[in-house]
Nanobody, 121 residues
């Protein structure tokens, strides 16, 4: 059974940092594009960041560029999201996702259950 499990969420003050982790199991995701998305209360889920299979290419939403960094450990089936200089507007449930084909901002095949990130002002 394919499973993506996020961890590392929590409550942090504005300006602080968190590191989210995503563990993939059930198959090898070493050749998949991995992404992070988020959904704030009352809003639609939005793209945050993505990384290609090798880790050599990344993409970021404008709202997080320069503050967040996505990375991966292919052999360990892990992907990370380092979040610095957090703002209250970063408060959301963060989801890990995987797609087999392209570095893109939608149409992902597998999803985790999400981890809550709350940034207090």
């Amino acid at each position: 059974q394919v499973q993506l499990v996020e961890s590392g969420g929590g409550l942090v003050q504005a300006g602080g940092s968190l590191r989210l982790s995503c563990t993939a199991s059930g198959r090898s995701f070493s050749n998949y594009v991995m992404g992070w998305f988020r959904q704030a209360p009352g809003k639609e889920r939005e793209f945050v960041a993505a990384i290609n299979w090798s880790g050599g290419s990344t993409d970021y939403a404008d709202s997080v560029k320069g503050r967040f960094t996505i990375s991966r450990e292919r052999a360990a089936n892990m992907v990370y999201l380092q979040m610095n200089s957090l703002k209250p507007e970063d408060t959301a449930v963060y989801y890990c996702a995987a797609n087999k084909w392209f570095l893109r901002r939608s149409d992902y095949d597998y999803w985790g259950q999400g981890t809550q990130v709350t940034v207090s002002s």
